[in-house]
């Protein structure tokens, strides 16, 4: 992680080995009007016929040292991820960044556009980056940087191969967490069992991995409210028996984006001490092909003690997630926030950047969307179409886990929504919480979709 530092001289005064200043459309800011002012005009005349675009740079050798002049974004956070990326590419160890009006945004842009995962390479580029920001709060790069541990977190544990992140090995990620003060209980399957979370357990045979279901709870003294998380924790995804194409498996390692986001909420919300209480639920294990696996036509008890027929075996995240739920509001949840990369069908309909939003409740779904557009990750409110709860009719059992092709993402959301009572939040994360290519805030990969969503919901629930 780079280190932000907060400094008082502005960028025209300040001394750094590389000083960064902010264009747009051709137009400078008021620091580095100040600074092309101490440098005769050079500034503006090396802008005339550049075209600098966002993200794009130039870098002038000045009398009083390196100038990097950098192209804003239409987003502050965006902008800041690009430019940490540049800078990370280039020599120089420390820069002097003039500020943009939502430090914040900022601040945490370039912390999420410094991340790498790179443990697994034998090469690794180690580089150490001081960027000092002028007239700036250090309490606010803190937080920043707080926040950007807990999306670290969910990053790397979303990057890690499926060989080397079981469900065991995430449940020992999730006791890592004790040290921040979160209270962490791992189920094994016997315990799993004998709880009576049959739908968890029938995806989970097929796999010598054995299951694993985490329960955390973060608790300060003074919490003002509380807030459930439940995360899809596949492991690895093959679709089972209904076995996905090779190209549709390349990026099941990351089919635990959910309880991923669970787990960077939590270290993040420890850090920052949020004066709230979290209850967290991760169902964790692997969908495979064996002789053990579930099968088409299977019907399966869960917690609840509804019977679903299996007509699909890679509709399986809904399975885990029907008794998670149900455990959560058994543990006496008051409103449940999930997040789940549960569907295709949420890609086709929304893309790559957007997340689906469904509610049980319009005022918990409404709270959950400004969070979203607070934190900067996208989310678009989706309808909980009644009509469309025929399609999960099933004539052997209570439901079947799959309706017809069309509208596969809301009867997924409706499916979810038959296991539990208290106001439910899904958010279908299938779209951003994997990027296949690099983007201006990190590299191709896991992005920790919903962590920063997470946070905010909390804080809004404190008051």
Excluded at 233 to 259: H, Q, R
Aim: net charge negative; proline share 5%; hydrophobic share 45%.
């Amino acid at each position: 992680m780079i280190t932000l530092r907060a400094v008082s001289t502005g960028l025209a005064e300040g001394r750094a080995p590389l000083k960064v200043v902010w264009v747009k459309e051709g137009a400078l800011l008021p620091q580095g009007e100040a600074l092309d002012a101490r440098l005769a005009g050079l500034l503006r005349r090396a802008l005339e016929g550049a075209g600098l675009k966002a993200g794009e740079s130039l870098l002038l050798y000045t009398e009083e040292g390196p100038v990097l002049l950098f192209g804003r974004g239409e987003d502050d956070r965006e902008s800041g991820g690009r430019l940490a990326q540049a800078l990370l590419k280039l020599a120089f160890p420390e820069a002097l960044v003039e500020p943009l009006e939502d430090a914040y945004a900022l601040a945490e842009g370039l912390f999420l556009g410094a991340y790498r995962f790179d443990r697994l390479k034998t090469k690794r580029e180690e580089k150490a980056l001081t960027l000092l920001l002028p007239g700036v709060s250090e309490a606010l790069l803190e937080r920043a940087r707080r926040v950007a541990e807990g999306v670290y977190l969910a990053r790397d544990l979303v990057n890690e191969p499926p060989n080397l992140l079981t469900p065991e090995v995430l449940a020992e990620r999730a006791l890592e967490l004790r040290a921040f003060g979160v209270e962490v209980e791992v189920l094994d399957e016997k315990a799993i069992a004998e709880l009576g979370m049959g739908a968890f357990l029938a995806v989970a045979q097929g796999s010598e991995n054995p299951p694993r279901f985490i329960r955390l709870r973060y608790a300060p003294e003074g919490a003002r409210a509380r807030l459930d998380l439940v995360g899809k924790g596949l492991t690895f995804d093959s679709g089972g028996y209904s076995l996905k194409p090779t190209e549709g498996m390349a990026t099941m390692k990351g089919d635990m984006a959910g309880a991923a986001a669970v787990l960077g909420a939590f270290k993040a919300a420890a850090l920052l001490g949020l004066p709230v209480e979290l209850r967290g639920y991760i169902a964790a294990c692997e969908n495979l092909v064996s002789g053990r696996a579930y099968r088409v036509g299977d019907v399966l008890k869960t917690l609840s003690g509804k019977t679903v027929e299996v007509m699909n075996t890679d509709a399986e995240g809904r399975l885990t997630l029907a008794d998670a739920l149900a455990y959560a509001e058994r543990e006496g949840a008051e409103r449940i926030l999930e997040l789940s990369t549960l569907t295709g069908a949420a890609v086709v309909a929304l893309g790559e950047e957007v997340a689906a939003l469904f509610a049980t409740e319009p005022s918990w779904g409404e709270k959950v969307r400004e969070a979203a557009q607070g934190a900067g990750e996208k989310v678009w409110p989706m309808p909980l179409e009644e009509a469309y709860r025929e399609k999960l009719k099933s004539p052997v059992a209570d439901l079947k886990n799959v309706g017809d092709r069309n509208g596969g993402a809301i009867t997924a959301a409706l499916f979810l929504a038959e296991f539990v009572r208290v106001p439910l939040v899904h958010l279908d994360i299938a779209g951003p919480a994997f990027a296949r290519k690099a983007h201006a805030l990190g590299p191709e990969g896991g992005t920790g979709f919903g962590v920063r969503t997470a946070l905010k919901v909390a804080e809004a629930l404190a008051g």
